[in-house]
């Protein structure tokens, strides 16, 4: 059965960068064609959309994001990773990895979720 | 403010049907197909209709999708306690080329 889990710290400081890793276990990010992506839910609110990554390293990113987003894979860890930078109290959110098959529109697999507080 | 319009909150006794609605535009509910996902605190989040009307394997019958037009519907029928949850429509976008998700909708069993 396929698990995602995401690790990093629950709290960031304003106009700093939120770092998040998503470890894939149960499967081989590498071994099937499927996108790995990052979703949040601020509190409150709706899920939104941050981006995805193939294993191949090609990404598709949020326009309302983009220029603050990175999304990379390792491979070698069976990891991927979300990168935010100049974060303010807005992007204080419940932070989810998931797995998008390919060609599908729909999230099969989700982690948990890891809460990120932005504040000083 | 969500792309895609749910109401917040939907209830319903025991046994009965409760229907959650979830609207959209011609460039994601209107043209491409919709999923629904269960959310209950603390847990992942899990993947309930795809397609507009598929169930992944294990989950109950009683769980529907359907659509019309630019507008999406979620059914359950024979409500149970373990169905109160929050439930999220969601649909690829061909604008933003990529998902959108509606703002959630609390089903409370009373």
């Known amino acids: 059965q396929l698990q995602l889990q995401e690790s990093g710290p629950g709290l960031v400081k304003p106009s700093e960068t939120l770092s998040l890793s998503c470890t894939v276990s149960?499967?081989?990010?590498?071994?099937?064609?499927?996108?790995w992506g990052w979703i949040r839910q601020s509190p409150g609110k709706g899920l939104e959309w941050i981006g995805t990554?193939?294993?191949?390293?090609?990404?598709y990113y949020n326009p309302s994001l983009k220029s603050r987003v990175t999304i990379s894979v390792d491979t070698s860890r069976n990891q991927f990773s979300l990168s935010l930078t100049s974060v303010t109290a807005a992007d204080t959110s419940l932070y989810y990895c998931?797995?998008?098959?390919?060609?599908?529109?729909?999230?099969?697999?989700w982690g948990q979720g890891t809460l990120v507080t932005v504040s000083s | 403010q969500s792309v895609l319009t749910q109401p917040p909150s939907a209830s319903g006794t025991p046994g009965q049907r409760v229907t959650v609605s979830c609207s959209g535009s011609s460039s994601n509910v209107g043209s491409n197909f919709v999923n629904w996902y269960q959310l209950l605190p603390g847990t992942a989040p899990k993947l309930l209709i795809y397609g507009i009307n598929q169930r992944p394997s294990g989950v109950p019958a009683r769980f529907s999708g359907s659509r019309s037009g630019t507008s999406a519907s979620l059914a359950i029928s024979g409500l149970q306690s373990e169905d109160e949850a929050t439930y999220y429509c969601s649909a690829w976008d061909d604008s933003l080329n990529g998902p959108v998700f509606g703002g959630g909708t609390k089903v409370t069993v009373l």
């Open positions: 990554v193939y294993s191949d390293g090609t990404t």
């Open positions: 998931a797995r998008l098959p390919s060609a599908a529109s729909y999230f099969d697999f």
């Open positions: 149960g499967a081989y990010i590498d071994s099937s064609p499927s996108l």
